[in-house]
């Protein structure tokens, strides 16, 4: 089966701008959970989303906001672009939400300058 | 919230060595997963462990949930077993999940 399929892999952008990343889950998978990866904060998790709902979401501010698709492909756009948001994103989709049921896609490197 | 705590933060194995990663958690947890990251950032799930213990050929772990700690361990390491090997569990009162901070693991030929 294919796996978790983010877009884009690599991505720069300047301060102020906005950005859209995008993550295609496992076909069948409802959820799809999102973490930021920094070298100072680690993993961190932003935002949960189960058959277009948001379910659950991490102490991010209101600049990153998601949305799920009925085909259950999800988006998180990040406004207002900081240098600290430079991450790699990464997406996890399953069946259910919890962690067993896990599969990472490979991440979007974002680069803000 | 729950902390999660991992040790070492880093270590270098000749190949062919044996190791033992742990992660300690603050609160008690619904679930505790182990990851591996190799190199190139992809995550990759070894073990789901909320209790008890597993196998997984030259990789184990055992989690002692009463005590709030888990090992994973490593043994006859190899050079693809380089990466961040990374505990996360979910919270029992938030059902989030948070991620220790990894360990990182470089093996030399």
């Known amino acids: 089966k294919a796996g978790v399929t983010q877009t884009p892999r690599y991505l720069i952008k300047t301060r102020g701008q906005q950005v859209t990343l995008s993550c295609s889950p496992i076909s069948g998978h409802r959820s799809v959970s999102w973490y930021q990866q920094t070298p100072g904060q680690g993993l961190q998790f932003l935002f949960e989303y189960f058959s277009e709902t948001q379910r659950n979401k991490g102490n991010f501010p209101g600049r990153f906001s998601g949305r799920q698709f009925s085909n259950s492909r999800s988006e998180m756009n990040v406004s207002t672009l900081e240098l600290g948001d430079s991450a790699l994103y990464l997406c996890?989709?399953?069946?259910?939400?919890?962690?067993?049921?896990?599969?990472f896609g490979s991440g979007t490197r974002l680069t803000v300058v | 919230g729950i902390q999660v705590e991992q040790s070492p933060p880093d270590l270098i194995l000749q190949e062919g060595a044996n190791s033992t990663l742990r992660c300690n958690f603050s609160?008690?947890?619904?679930?505790l997963q182990w990851f591996h990251q190799n190199p190139w950032g992809q995550l990759i799930n070894l073990f789901y462990?909320?209790?008890g213990t597993k196998q997984n050929g030259r990789l184990s772990a055992t989690t002692v949930a009463t005590e709030r700690y888990s090992l994973l361990y490593i043994s006859s390491s190899q050079t693809t077993d380089s990466g961040v090997y990374f505990c996360?569990?979910?919270?029992?009162?938030?059902?989030?999940?948070?991620f220790g901070p990894g360990t990182s693991l470089s093996v030399i030929p």
């Open positions: 462990i909320p209790s």
């Open positions: 609160d008690s947890v619904n679930n």
């Open positions: 996360a569990v979910e919270e029992t009162s938030y059902d989030k999940v948070i």
């Open positions: 996890a989709s399953s069946l259910t939400g919890d962690i067993y049921g896990y599969t």
